[in-house]
């Protein structure tokens, strides 16, 4: 009923910039907190920058100043601008939105399929 498709990841070099992308469709009535989590292998998955329900950004400490969440509604989409990339910040990226689904009435949380990201010289 809902799709969360995720695109921008790749290969960077350490100081590069990558630009992810999060498009959210399907039978969606409304939409409220939206934003991105990453894993890396063995560790669990962590906040990375988020919208709040009410429209505040929230981001990990480790992305401050580097990492910019923006969003446009008119698309359902949120973006994740990444600049000053380094090595620890390879990782999958997840996309997550809690949406209400059209017909349905209830908030659910959905997940993207991932992307990733991988910085490395």
């Known amino acids: 009923q809902v799709q969360l498709v995720e695109s921008g990841g790749g290969l960077v070099q350490p100081g590069g910039s990558l630009r992810l992308s999060c498009a959210a469709s399907?039978?969606?009535?409304?939409?409220?907190?939206m934003g991105w989590y990453r894993q890396a292998p063995g560790k669990q998955r962590e906040l990375v920058a988020t919208f709040s329900s009410g429209g505040n950004t929230v981001y990990a400490e480790s992305v401050k100043g580097r990492f910019t969440i923006s969003r446009d509604n008119a698309k359902r989409t949120v973006y994740l601008q990444m600049d000053s990339l380094k090595p620890e910040d390879t990782a999958v990226y997840y996309c997550?939105?809690?949406?209400?689904?059209?017909?349905?009435?209830?908030?659910?949380?959905?997940w993207g399929q991932g992307t990733q990201v991988t910085v490395s010289s």
């Open positions: 399907g039978s969606i009535f409304s939409i409220g907190a």
């Open positions: 997550n939105a809690d949406v209400v689904v059209s017909g349905v009435g209830l908030l659910r949380g959905y």
